[in-house]
């Protein structure tokens, strides 16, 4: 970056497709999808966030992985709105777990009272006559 050659650029998430078609004007996409179904359409899985361009792009190339996951949803991609098809088979990148502890149980003394609580007064019990 010192040198001028990349920059950096602040975004959300939600913001990465605008910003690559409008802002910098990308016209080309190489997503991962799922394979594809009798009907002609690939699942985009984890990369649905990219469908909301699809109309706005020159080429779109796919990289099919039998080990993507199906996400339910509009995520669909027709194999006529694709330019080339590769096939990869290889498991998705996933974080390893974190390692399973033994869970402390904690039970607060007195529960708080809910916002608004209002206890009500304590009602006198009627004197009952001695039995003397």
């Not at 096939?87 to 916002?115: M, S």
């Amino acid at each position: 970056m010192a040198a001028g050659l990349t920059t950096h650029t602040p975004y959300h998430f939600h913001q990465v497709t605008r910003l690559a078609t409008e802002d910098i004007g990308y016209r080309k996409l190489m997503a991962q999808t799922g394979p594809m179904d009798r009907n002609g359409y690939l699942n985009l899985g984890l990369f649905a966030n990219y469908l909301d361009v699809v109309d706005r792009l020159d080429e779109i190339y796919v990289e099919v992985n039998e080990k993507q996951p199906v996400v339910h949803g509009p995520n669909w991609l027709h194999i006529s709105q694709v330019t080339r098809v590769v096939e990869n088979h290889h498991p998705v990148f996933a974080l390893p777990p974190e390692p399973v502890r033994p869970a402390v149980i904690t039970v607060p003394l007195r529960f708080p009272r809910p916002y608004g609580y209002h206890p009500r007064p304590a009602r006198k019990r009627p004197s009952s006559p001695s039995p003397l």
